[in-house]
């Protein structure tokens, strides 16, 4: 008789303990949701167009060119410049950033949007961006510090 009774209470416990779940795991569900409807309604950070999810995609295409832009003259500045020499730095970065532009002018489509170019710029850096890698590596490779490191690696 005891034993039943436990076992029935035990029973409405564990279906207590579920409900409550449920209603945590729903209350949960509409937490996220109104997050997301939030975060899709906010305006672009940069631009301010609204229902932009925080960055609208020129905006988020001009960041990235200027992202790999940055990369490119690092690599240049690493595989070129004295980087003692403020002069010779400035000078290099000056000259990877015409030369960037130079290229992103080039290649860009005729009559296009502003879509299209914002997409043509980023892959013209994003090509670039893989040809400075490959001249700083070859520039680093014949340094003679690594000359001095091979040798001492013998
Ligand atoms: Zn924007």
């Given at each position: 008789?005891?034993?039943?009774?436990?076992?029935?209470?035990?029973?409405e416990?564990?279906?207590q303990?579920r409900?409550?779940?449920?209603?945590?795991?729903?209350?949960?569900?509409?937490?996220?949701?109104a997050?997301?409807?939030?975060?899709?309604?906010?305006?672009?950070?940069?631009?301010?167009?609204?229902?932009?999810?925080?960055?609208?995609?020129?905006?988020?295409?001009?960041?990235?060119?200027?992202?790999?832009?940055?990369?490119?003259?690092?690599?240049?500045?690493?595989?070129?410049?004295?980087?003692?020499?403020?002069?010779?730095?400035?000078?290099?970065?000056?000259?990877?950033?015409?030369?960037?532009?130079?290229?992103?002018?080039?290649?860009?489509?005729?009559?296009?949007?502003?879509?299209?170019?914002l997409?043509?710029?980023?892959?013209?850096?994003?090509?670039?961006?893989?040809?400075?890698?490959?001249?700083?590596?070859?520039?680093?490779?014949?340094?003679?510090?690594?000359?001095?490191?091979?040798?001492?690696?013998?």
């Amino acid at each position: 008789m005891l034993r039943a009774e436990q076992q029935v209470i035990d029973r409405e416990r564990a279906e207590q303990r579920r409900a409550e779940a449920e209603v945590r795991r729903a209350e949960r569900k509409a937490r996220a949701e109104a997050a997301e409807a939030a975060r899709r309604v906010a305006p672009c950070e940069d631009c301010g167009a609204e229902h932009t999810g925080g960055l609208c995609g020129s905006c988020w295409a001009v960041r990235s060119i200027r992202t790999v832009v940055g990369e490119c003259v690092d690599l240049a500045l690493a595989g070129a410049a004295d980087l003692a020499d403020h002069r010779d730095v400035n000078a290099v970065a000056r000259r990877t950033e015409a030369e960037l532009r130079a290229a992103m002018a080039a290649a860009r489509p005729a009559a296009a949007s502003r879509e299209d170019v914002l997409g043509s710029d980023l892959e013209t850096v994003r090509d670039a961006l893989d040809t400075y890698r490959a001249d700083a590596l070859t520039r680093l490779a014949r340094s003679p510090l690594a000359d001095a490191e091979a040798v001492n690696a013998r």
